[in-house]
Every structure is written in C-alpha cells, then in structure tokens.
C-alpha cells in the first residue's frame, strides 16, 4: 500500500459546466486532481476561518475583537502574497485523477496545521501547512468561488464586508 503523498502546492479553477472546483493537489513526485462541490468548499471555507479566529493570538473574549485582529491579519498576509505573486510555476507531474472530495479534515498540533483530503473514506493527500498558508488557502477559495460566482459563506459572516471597511480604515501612504 502506499503513503499518502504530502503535497506542498495547491490549485483552484472553477469548471462551469460542472459548477464544481478543480482541486489540483501537488508535490515534486505527484500531482493528483480532484473535485470540490460549493458545498464542501463552503463548509472548508467556514471551517478555516472560525479556526484562524478561535486561534487568534489577541487576548479577549470578545470574539468581534478576535475576528477583527484576524481580518487584519488576513489582510497583511494576502496583501503581500498578491504583491510578491508572478513566479513562474515549477513544471508538475500530470495528475492522477482520485474524484469528488467527500471531506477535508483540519488537524492542529506544533504549531502547525495539516488538511487531510478524503475521497469517500482514503485519505488522497495531505498537507502541512502554517497559519499564513491557512490565510493563503483561505484567499484562494474566496477568489476563485468569487470569480465562479458563487455566494459563500464569507458573505454570511460578514467576513468579506469587514474586509472592506478594513481596508477602508488603513492609511494610504501621503493621505491621513
């Protein structure tokens, strides 16, 4: 039997005429492409973002505070992500195909996070990952679903709205 593969890569595309997102999951020595449902992708995208906010490092009990430390958060981490974004792509292996995913588990421990991605009851892959690949991952999924048009959950959290008026309230440089 073999390992799980543990892959460090992944990618996102959203195919219309499924209506699905194309998981491309990948390492130097595999590539394996699977399926998201909005269904899915909706309950991981809710997932990460309670954990990122229940995790946060602000000392509070007030969760509004928490989950504006995170925004913030999330904003510096993805801000420079887009602004270092544009190297080219290591050349991947072609991809096996394993399905539709049926669950993606998040385990904690160290420090570190793993996402643990299920097609029925194997597990295809793994994935370490700290807590900006979290932010990066979380990033990926809202541009994606947002350019497939599909309405997340992060509207019903308020999160992307709180992002606005985040960005809203963060000096421009020259400007106060």
């Known amino acids: 039997m073999n390992p799980t593969p543990e892959v460090f890569t992944m990618n996102l595309t959203h195919n219309q005429i499924e209506d699905r997102l194309r998981l491309l999951l990948s390492n130097d020595e595999h590539s394996l492409e699977s399926w998201l449902t909005r269904a ?11 954990l990122l906010v229940r995790q946060s490092d602000v000392d509070s009990d007030n969760p509004q505070a928490r989950e504006a430390a995170t925004i913030m958060e999330h904003l510096a981490i993805t801000q420079r992500q887009h602004q270092t974004s544009g190297s080219t ?8 195909q394993k399905g539709l995913l049926t669950r993606i588990d998040i385990e904690y421990g160290n420090g570190q996070y793993q996402l ?8 295809i892959a793994h994935m370490p990952t700290g807590r900006a690949g979290l932010h990066r991952i979380i990033d990926l999924i809202e541009r994606v679903s947002e350019q497939a048009n599909w309405q997340l959950v992060t509207a019903e959290l308020g999160w ?3 992002k606005e008026t985040a960005l809203a309230d963060i000096p421009v440089a020259g400007h106060c």
């Open 40 to 50: 899915l992708t909706q309950r991981l995208l809710k997932s990460l973002i309670n």
């Open 116 to 123: 643990n991605f299920f097609v029925g009851e194997t597990c």
């Open 160 to 162: 992307l709205s709180r």
């Open 89 to 96: 792509p290591t050349s991947i292996p072609s991809p096996q």
